[in-house]
C-alpha cells in the first residue's frame, strides 16, 4: 500500500481592491461571503465612508477588520450599515457581520488576524479583499506584505 503525500491546504482566495477618496465601489459577484481588512489611508468624509460600508454589507462581506485612519469610525459605520440592512431588528446567524477595529496595531498583526482567527458563522471565509482606501494604490505591497504576515 502506497502512502500519497497529503494535499497541500489550498490558500484563500486574496484581492486587493483600491478606492480613492469619492470612488464608486464597483459591482461584485455574491455568491461566496467574504472577509475584508480595510486600509484606511486617507481622510474621508462620512456620506461615502456610509457608501463605502454599506457597500461592503450588501455584498456579503462577513469580517470587517479596519485598520489606519479613523479605522473606530469605520467600524461604527459597518455596524451601522449593517444594523440598517435589518432595519434594527433580528439578524440571522448566517447574515451577521463581525467587525474589529485595530489603532493600534502594525498591518502586518492585522494581515496575522486576518489570516488566522477571522471566520464567518459557519467557519473559515474563503476570500479575502483588501480594501485600501488611499490616493494611490499599492497593490504589490500590501498584498506581500500580506502573504508574508500569514506564512508567520
Known amino acids: 500500500m502506497a502512502i500519497r503525500p497529503q ?10 481592491l483600491h478606492l480613492a477618496r469619492g470612488d464608486t ?18 481622510d474621508v468624509q462620512m456620506p461615502w465612508r456610509l457608501l463605502v460600508c454599506d457597500w461592503l ?6 469580517y470587517v477588520m479596519a485598520w489606519g485612519r479613523d479605522c473606530e469610525l469605520w467600524h461604527d459605520c459597518v455596524d451601522e450599515c449593517h ?6 431588528g433580528d439578524i440571522p446567524d448566517e447574515r451577521h457581520v463581525m467587525t474589529t477595529w485595530h489603532d493600534d496595531e502594525p ?17 473559515d471565509l474563503a476570500r479575502t479583499i483588501i480594501l485600501h482606501i488611499a490616493p494611490a494604490p499599492k497593490e504589490a505591497e500590501l498584498l506581500a506584505a500580506y502573504r508574508a504576515a500569514a506564512d508567520v
Open 107 to 123: 498591518l502586518g498583526e492585522v494581515f496575522w488576524f486576518c489570516e488566522n482567527c477571522a471566520s464567518g458563522p459557519d467557519g
Open 25 to 42: 465601489p464597483p459591482e461584485m459577484d455574491l455568491a461566496a461571503p467574504y472577509r475584508a481588512v480595510l486600509v484606511a489611508e486617507a
Open 57 to 62: 454589507v450588501r455584498t456579503g462581506c462577513l
Open 83 to 88: 444594523l440598517a440592512m435589518f432595519d434594527y
Open 7 to 16: 494535499e497541500p491546504t489550498p490558500r484563500p482566495l486574496l484581492q486587493y
